[in-house]
């Protein structure tokens, strides 16, 4: 891991570089003081760790008390646009959480709290890594792809019923990879009652209302609050 600093003006923020069997990826941390848990955070298949969403939900999280570690999928910092085997993809969040944890180790005395997120594939591919044994105390997704558009008969559900960590799935009720009375309420009832299921009223895959324009900086920020009451309620 290499580092260097990155001052913002809303939140201090390290750069680092994660090694990821042997393949160097990019990572923003940050840190206010007594964080409560550490949220280490995916980026969806279109975009990586710098979109405005990713960077507003991290600066948010933090102002709200946590930890976050964001970080790019092997590639993105290829700069290539299909994200390829979930092997990669499990490797990297592997790698991701071991720097998190490292990073707390730094930072305060005792064992801090690791938390997962992702958007849509990157909270997806964190579930099937948490699944094959990667260890956190709970999972966050913002947007479960559970299926692709137009394709609701073909379910990426079978890997969760087999996670214990307490789940929240943020959703948007007019996003079409899961929509409200669709498989995704049967499937978190399904998890049993570690699964919570909040749907966003009207929100799209990225959380965008119709007629409502937002940033989606803005966006993601407002989801933080959720996320950070959820995670506050599972602490102890």
């Known amino acids: 891991m290499t580092e260097q600093e990155s001052p913002d003006a809303a939140v201090a923020e390290r750069e680092l570089q994660i090694d990821v069997e042997g393949t160097p990826v990019s990572a923003v941390a940050t840190r206010p003081d007594d964080a409560l848990a550490t949220v280490v955070v995916a980026h969806g298949a279109g975009?990586?760790?710098a979109h405005p969403f990713m960077s507003g939900f991290t600066r948010e999280l933090t102002r709200l008390g946590f930890a976050t570690l964001r970080f790019n999928f092997a590639y993105v910092e290829a700069g290539r646009r299909m994200p390829g085997r979930p092997?990669?993809?499990i490797a990297a969040w592997r790698a991701a959480v071991d720097t998190a944890r490292g990073l707390a180790a730094e930072a305060v005395a005792a064992e801090e709290p690791i938390w997962a997120a992702g958007k849509s594939y990157g909270g997806r591919m964190a579930s099937m890594a948490v699944a094959e044994g990667m260890p956190v105390d709970g999972l966050v997704y913002l947007g479960y792809p559970l299926h692709a558009p137009g394709k609701a008969g073909q379910l990426r559900d079978a890997h969760l019923y087999g996670v214990t960590t307490p789940m929240?799935?943020?959703q948007g009720t007019n996003d079409?990879?899961?929509t409200p009375n669709s498989e995704l309420d049967?499937?978190?009832?399904?998890i049993g009652p570690t699964a919570v299921l909040e749907w966003v009223d009207g929100g799209?895959?990225?959380f965008e209302v119709k007629g409502k324009k937002r940033a989606p900086a803005e966006i993601a920020a407002g989801l933080a609050p959720l996320v950070a009451e959820f995670i506050r309620s599972r602490l102890g």
């Not at 049967?186 to 399904?190: D, I, L, P, R, W």
């Open 47 to 49: 975009a990586g760790m």
């Open 204 to 206: 799209g895959h990225s």
């Open 176 to 178: 079409p990879f899961a």
């Open 168 to 170: 929240l799935f943020l």
């Open 186 to 190: 049967e499937v978190v009832a399904g």
């Open 87 to 89: 092997a990669a993809a």
